[in-house]
């Protein structure tokens, strides 16, 4: 049993960061197409309430700073 427990610990602590810049970069891409998707919009009065373009700056910020700690081994 507590070789179990260590074993789950060291695997989730040394792929955290990388699924956490993997996550965040689909976040990126997802928001990109939906940010390019409103900028293409045919009815210029629909402009939605989602910030789109903040979305994907604090995606790919969180996606710098993750792929930086999962390379360097934090």
């Not at 070789?3 to 695997?11: A, E, Q, Y």
């Not at 197409?33 to 009065?45: G, H, P, Y």
């Amino acid at each position: 049993m507590a070789r179990m427990i260590v074993f789950g610990s060291t695997l989730w602590g040394n792929h955290l960061w990388t699924g956490l810049s993997m996550m965040s970069g689909i976040i990126v891409v997802i928001s990109s197409l939906a940010d390019r998707r409103r900028s293409r919009r045919k009815n210029i009065e629909a402009v939605g309430f989602m910030p789109w373009t903040a979305i994907t700056v604090f995606a790919v910020l969180s996606t710098v700073i993750a792929a930086a700690l999962a390379i360097k081994g934090a």
